[in-house]
């Protein structure tokens, strides 16, 4: 595997700060390996970039943070999902680089006990002093973010200097670019003799993981599938957005757009019941990992994309590489479903 040409020139100018402990191992799943009985699983321990309990976003984060530090922000405003991964990771960040932050919690998923209300994300969210609002409806990103919007305006009269970080489409994908560079990282890792892979599964939400690293392959030569495993929306609502992102990111970098619409890759099939909801396929590789591999993988994201990567390899003779995107606090917030308890 040959690096066909370096990163765009215009990834080195955009401001970053450095966040997240890399490389982040690439290495053998053995023991899944034999259990599947099919293909050689690799995975890319992304769960291991350290900052508050690591996971992707922390790579996504060295982008916007560097922008927020660049506009001189004090505060960071961000929204997610109660158990958000992004949320608690931005917090964590803003704290590092000495911003305040305030977050927005939404309601995506229909449940309403105390420990997923109080457990897992949102209990670090409170121990990293975060400033917490609530917004009732999960599936309108863009009354979200007008909120945010809301919750700037409030802080700017008071004297503040707010960074939002959006969630809806139609702005700069910054967040992105953290995986851009994970591609470049990952190709060298296999040059410098780490395990090489014949496909990529990755999870699929917002895009900006999957659409970054599919990108950033793409750029430099890489032509391996990459399967996006649908955590959030169904494949052909996915699809666009995966499009859209990239195209994104072509603008950013001020290049041609390397993906083609052959090139996006996705999968529907572990979606059910639902964002933020564990099929069978999922509680079992979510078991599965913690007893053959001591892997902690969540019901959210991780357990749904290495359903995907175990389905996979269970297919084909080719190698398949897991990437790891974290989420582990998410566990503590699902403990009711993960081992077996009534809900109190």
Not at 158 to 168: Q, R
Not at 252 to 260: A, E, G, R
Not at 296 to 303: K, Q
Not at 327 to 335: H, N, S
């Given at each position: 595997?040959?690096?066909?040409?370096?990163?765009?020139?215009?990834?080195?100018?955009?401001?970053?700060?450095?966040?997240?402990?890399?490389?982040?191992?690439?290495?053998?799943?053995?023991?899944?390996?034999?259990?599947?009985?099919?293909?050689?699983?690799?995975?890319?321990r992304?769960?291991?970039?350290?900052?508050?309990?690591?996971g992707?976003?922390?790579?996504?984060?060295?982008?916007?943070?560097g922008?927020?530090v660049a506009?001189?922000?004090?505060?960071?405003?961000?929204?997610?999902?109660?158990?958000?991964?992004?949320?608690?990771?931005?917090?964590?960040?803003?704290?590092?680089?000495?911003?305040?932050?305030?977050?927005?919690?939404e309601?995506?998923?229909?449940?309403?006990?105390e420990?997923?209300?109080?457990?897992?994300?949102?209990?670090?969210?409170?121990?990293?002093?975060?400033?917490i609002?609530?917004?009732?409806?999960?599936?309108?990103?863009?009354?979200a973010?007008?909120?945010?919007e809301?919750?700037?305006?409030?802080?700017?009269a008071?004297?503040?200097?707010p960074?939002?970080?959006?969630?809806?489409?139609?702005?700069?994908?910054?967040?992105?670019?953290?995986?851009?560079?994970?591609?470049?990282?990952?190709?060298?890792?296999?040059?410098?003799?780490?395990p090489?892979?014949?496909?990529?599964?990755?999870?699929s939400?917002?895009?900006?993981?999957h659409?970054?690293?599919?990108f950033?392959?793409?750029?430099?030569?890489?032509d391996?599938?990459?399967t996006?495993?649908?955590?959030?929306?169904?494949?052909?609502?996915?699809?666009?957005?995966?499009?859209?992102?990239?195209?994104?990111?072509?603008?950013?970098?001020?290049?041609?757009?390397?993906?083609?619409?052959?090139?996006?890759?996705?999968?529907?099939?572990?979606?059910?019941?639902?964002?933020?909801?564990?099929?069978?396929?999922?509680?079992?590789?979510?078991s599965?990992?913690?007893?053959?591999?001591?892997?902690?993988?969540?019901?959210?994201?991780?357990?749904?994309?290495?359903?995907?990567?175990?389905d996979?390899?269970?297919?084909?003779?080719?190698?398949?590489?897991?990437?790891?995107?974290?989420?582990?606090?998410?566990?503590?917030?699902?403990?009711?479903?993960?081992?077996?308890?009534?809900?109190s």
């Amino acid at each position: 595997m040959t690096i066909a040409t370096g990163l765009p020139p215009r990834l080195a100018e955009l401001p970053r700060v450095s966040l997240a402990h890399l490389p982040t191992p690439l290495e053998p799943m053995h023991n899944l390996t034999h259990h599947t009985g099919g293909a050689p699983m690799v995975i890319k321990r992304d769960d291991c970039t350290g900052l508050a309990m690591g996971g992707n976003k922390i790579r996504q984060l060295e982008f916007y943070l560097g922008e927020a530090v660049a506009q001189r922000a004090d505060t960071l405003v961000i929204t997610g999902a109660v158990q958000s991964n992004f949320v608690r990771s931005a917090i964590a960040a803003g704290n590092r680089m000495g911003l305040q932050s305030h977050v927005q919690l939404e309601r995506r998923v229909d449940r309403d006990d105390e420990l997923y209300r109080n457990s897992g994300n949102v209990l670090l969210n409170r121990l990293m002093g975060a400033t917490i609002h609530a917004y009732p409806d999960g599936e309108d990103e863009a009354g979200a973010d007008r909120n945010l919007e809301a919750i700037a305006a409030d802080l700017r009269a008071d004297g503040h200097t707010p960074y939002i970080i959006h969630l809806s489409p139609g702005h700069a994908p910054l967040g992105a670019l953290g995986y851009v560079v994970a591609a470049e990282e990952i190709i060298q890792q296999v040059e410098a003799g780490a395990p090489g892979f014949d496909e990529v599964v990755v999870a699929s939400g917002s895009g900006h993981t999957h659409g970054g690293l599919l990108f950033g392959l793409r750029w430099l030569g890489c032509d391996v599938p990459v399967t996006g495993v649908c955590v959030r929306r169904d494949a052909a609502s996915q699809r666009e957005r995966i499009l859209a992102r990239t195209a994104e990111v072509a603008d950013l970098l001020d290049v041609d757009n390397p993906v083609t619409p052959a090139d996006i890759v996705l999968s529907d099939e572990f979606l059910a019941p639902g964002y933020g909801l564990a099929g069978s396929a999922t509680n079992e590789a979510i078991s599965l990992a913690a007893c053959l591999e001591g892997l902690l993988v969540d019901p959210v994201y991780t357990g749904k994309a290495l359903a995907g990567a175990m389905d996979r390899a269970s297919k084909t003779t080719d190698t398949v590489l897991y990437v790891h995107t974290g989420g582990t606090p998410a566990l503590f917030a699902y403990q009711h479903e993960l081992a077996g308890e009534p809900d109190s």
